[in-house]
Structure formats: structure tokens, C-alpha cells
């Protein structure tokens, strides 16, 4: 990932505005070039854009959308601000939270108005750190309908998405102002690209194992479960051009990915009175602080693996994700019946018992006993451990700690 003198540069054609990376980043930035007037050709190296974003639930937080005020929340660029940096314990840089959070939610709405894209914001639970009920996503609630949407209202807005082409140099002058790309592309051909601007949204660099064990060592044995083409390659060539590399410690873990299936349980299982506990059936930090601190600590417990517990309402709950039907499709999703319980049989609307009657099998730690109503509070939390007896099927998955790049922690 060199930069190269734009004078070595052969251009086969040019293109006004240039994207490197076909991501929900680099697909929305094109859309936002669109609008200004300009033709936008959007580098992708794989056959067609997936990105950690097809790998995401997709969920977006933003405050201030006409989602919102339809669902009667209250929410402001303030409060969002001060969620997001009582989550990172204030180490964000405030300019920067200030000018996302102000943005959010007209971007919301310009992509959904302008663009056509169907939103939802998502009920039934709180993300962590979020006070108000500010995530938007998809209808089908994934991360790859949100890129598919996309893809869809960028190509009709006449953005060329280019599949295989894999960029793999910057020309730039000796001011360091860029004037197109090298694309290099499968079968060893390859070719070069000028760009009036050019726009770098490839990623972070999960992707390059020696960059993870530099930068954030405490991750790099963990499974990564975001985009392996995200290799760093934009901070290499932003570094080489002489800008400075912050936060490049930060990252997005996940502490619920089952294992080895490879499909995310939601942390909203968790946000609502799951538990976490490790294979000697013991419970090990508290889960509502989110599901990327809690990837260092299922790392540290033994195997570096958790367990997910939790009950039939819970299980229903799940159900509303694909990530999660997929799960249990995979077999990631075990019922067994609570000690002392009622058998599993079936509860009236509400308890929502579902899914197969398999009796108990193996050993399944704990069974947490949840309330059966709204959140779980603390209190209720740890009463909930010591008790056994409330007569809900336990459900459990077996999650490993994942990692993906990218913003602070938290995110
Ligand atoms: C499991 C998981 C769950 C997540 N859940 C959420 C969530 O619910 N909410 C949320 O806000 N965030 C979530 N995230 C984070 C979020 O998905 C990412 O921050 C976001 O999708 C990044 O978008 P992007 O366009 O920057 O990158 P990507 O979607 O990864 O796209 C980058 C693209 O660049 C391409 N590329 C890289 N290098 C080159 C190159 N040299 N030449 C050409 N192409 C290149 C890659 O192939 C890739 O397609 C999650 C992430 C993961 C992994």
C-alpha cells in the first residue's frame, strides 16, 4: 500500500470522485457526492460490496429523526453527546461526538427521504449507554438489507460500483495532493484511475493481524468477526501522506458471537436480564455494560468462552432478529429445563415459551430466572442468580469473544 508519484501515473480513465471501499460509509459518501452534483465511481475489491457492514445488525444511532418524534421520543444532540461520552469515559475528542451527533439525524432522514431508505427504530430494548430508544436499522433489522438498500439507491442514483478492483497504490503530487488510484484486479491485470477527489472508506485495519497485535494486543488472539479485506490500507496511505493516526487503540469488540457458528446473538438479550457465565458456571461481570467491554472479559475466562442464559420471554425477543433465527437454525440455541421448574410447559402469551421441548441435556450452569416484565434492574439481577426456581425454560448460546475495528470502545 504505496503512494507514488502522480507523474509515474498512466490514467486509464478519470472519474470526478473516486471511493475506495464499497461499505455503508463509502456507499453513503457516494450518495452524498451524488447530491452535490458530482459522477462518483465507488473501488470495491470483493466480486460485490459485503464490508463488516453486512457482517453488522446495522443498527445506527441517531438522535433527532422524524423516527423519533413518530414514536414520540424525545432526543437531542446533548443528550446523545453525553451518552456516547459517559461510554468512552470521555475520550473522545468533544468537536468530533459534537459534529456526528448534530449530523445524525439529518442524515437519517436525507437517506430515507432522499434515498428511500426504510428505517425502523428499534423498540424493545435500550442498546448500552443509550439513554433514549435512538437506534435506527433496517426492517429485516440486519446489516447486509442496509448495504443491499444502499447498493440499490446508489446504482440507481448512477454510481458506478466496481466489483474486483482492488486498490492497491495513491499517485499523489509532491504537495501530497492526490490524483488517482493503481486498481489491481484478480486475474493480475491492472490499471490505473485519476479522480478529481478521492474518498478512503476502507475500514480500519482488523483485517492485518500484525497491525491488531501493535495496536490493540489485548485482541489479537480473539476470533475476528469483522471484514477480512479491511487491512489498513486507508491509514497507511493517510499516515504516508503525512497525516496522524488517533484512537488506534480503539476498536468495537463483541462479547456474543456464537461459536463455532459464527453468527452474532443480539446484546439485547442481555440488555434485558440474560447473563453471561463461564464454563464453571459462573457469572463474571456485569453484561449491561456492553457488549465490547464484555469481549475482553469472556476472553479472560477459561477456554475463552461464555455461555449465554436466558429465558422463553427473552427467546421471543430474539426471535425478532434474523442475526438470531439464524442462530437457532444453526443449532447455537439450546432449551434446557429449569431445576425445579414447571417442565417447560407452555406459557400463556407473554411467557412465551417456543422453540423444541428436548428435555435437559448436558449440563447447563445456571438458569436465570427472569422477571417477566420491562428491564431487569440490578437488584433484581443478582437476586436472579441465587434463585432457581421461576420456571422458565433456560436458553443458552455459545458465544466467543469477537473483534472488530473501528470506532471507540462501546460503540
Ligand atoms: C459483527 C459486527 C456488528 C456490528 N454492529 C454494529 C451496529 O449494530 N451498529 C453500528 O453502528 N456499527 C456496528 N458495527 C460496526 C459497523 O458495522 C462498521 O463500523 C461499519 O459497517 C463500517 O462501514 P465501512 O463502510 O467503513 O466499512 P466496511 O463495511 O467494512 O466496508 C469497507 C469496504 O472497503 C473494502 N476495501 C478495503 N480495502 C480496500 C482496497 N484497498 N481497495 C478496494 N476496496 C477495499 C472492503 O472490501 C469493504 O467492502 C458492527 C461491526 C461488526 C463486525
Keep these: 500500500m504505496t503512494v507514488r508519484p502522480l507523474e509515474q501515473a498512466d490514467f ?20 452524498a457526492a451524488v447530491d452535490a452534483g458530482a459522477e462518483v465511481v465507488v473501488l470495491e475489491r ?17 438522535c433527532g429523526t422524524r423516527f423519533q418524534a413518530a414514536a414520540g421520543v424525545t432526543d437531542t444532540v446533548e443528550l446523545m453527546a453525553a451518552d456516547i461520552q459517559r461510554k468512552n469515559a470521555g475520550e473522545a475528542d468533544p ?32 442498546y448500552p449507554g443509550h439513554g433514549v430508544r435512538r437506534m435506527h436499522a433496517h426492517p429485516d433489522r440486519t446489516g447486509a438489507a442496509l448495504l443491499g438498500a444502499l447498493r440499490t439507491a446508489a446504482e440507481a442514483a448512477g454510481v458506478e460500483v ?24 484478480p486475474d493480475g491485470t491492472g490499471e490505473d484511475v485519476g479522480c478529481g477527489a478521492l474518498v478512503l472508506a476502507c475500514n480500519g485495519y482488523g483485517g492485518d493481524p500484525a497491525m491488531l497485535r501493535e495496536h490493540i494486543p489485548e485482541m489479537a488472539d480473539a476470533l475476528y468477526f ?41 446484546w439485547a438479550l442481555m440488555m434485558e436480564g440474560g447473563i453471561q457465565v463461564n464454563a464453571e458456571g459462573r457469572r463474571f461481570s456485569d453484561e449491561t455494560h456492553g457488549y465490547s467491554e464484555q469481549a475482553v472479559a469472556v476472553l479472560a475466562q477459561p477456554g ?40 417447560g410447559r407452555p406459557r400463556p402469551a407473554g411467557g412465551g415459551a417456543s422453540g423444541d421441548r428436548s428435555p435437559t441435556r448436558g449440563a447447563a450452569p445456571a438458569a436465570r430466572p427472569a422477571t417477566r416484565s420491562g428491564a431487569t434492574s440490578p437488584a433484581s439481577r443478582r437476586w436472579s442468580r441465587r434463585t432457581s426456581r421461576c420456571g422458565s425454560p433456560a436458553r443458552c448460546s455459545t458465544p466467543r469473544a469477537g473483534c472488530g475495528s473501528t470506532p471507540p470502545r462501546g460503540c
Design 12 to 31: 486509464a480513465f478519470e472519474a470526478p470522485v473516486l471511493v475506495v471501499g464499497g461499505g455503508a460509509c463509502g456507499l453513503i459518501a457516494a450518495l
Design 226 to 266: 469483522g471484514h477480512s479485506g479491511n487491512r489498513g490500507d486507508a491509514v497507511r496511505w493517510g499516515t504516508a501522506l503525512g497525516g496522524e493516526a488517533l484512537h488506534m487503540s480503539a476498536y468495537q469488540g463483541h462479547g456474543s458471537v456464537a461459536h463455532p457458528h459464527g453468527v452474532l446473538i443480539t
Design 46 to 62: 470483493d466480486p460485490v460490496p459485503t464490508g463488516s457492514t453486512s457482517l453488522s445488525s446495522g443498527f445506527v444511532p441517531a
Design 304 to 343: 475463552g468462552v461464555a455461555f449465554d442464559l436466558y429465558d422463553a420471554r427473552l427467546h421471543a425477543l430474539g426471535l425478532g432478529f434474523e442475526d438470531y433465527r439464524e442462530a437457532e437454525k444453526a443449532g447455537a440455541v439450546r432449551r434446557f429445563e429449569t431445576p425445579g421448574g414447571d417442565g
Design 95 to 126: 468537536a468530533i461526538v459534537e459534529a456526528v451527533c448534530r449530523r445524525s439525524g439529518a442524515t437519517i432522514d436525507w437517506l430515507a427521504d432522499r434515498w428511500g431508505l426504510p428505517f425502523v427504530l428499534l423498540d424493545g430494548f435500550l
Design 162 to 185: 466496481v466489483g474486483d478492483a482492488h486498490v492497491t497504490a495513491l499517485y499523489a503530487d509532491a504537495a501530497g495532493r492526490v490524483g488517482g488510484v493503481r486498481v489491481e484486479r
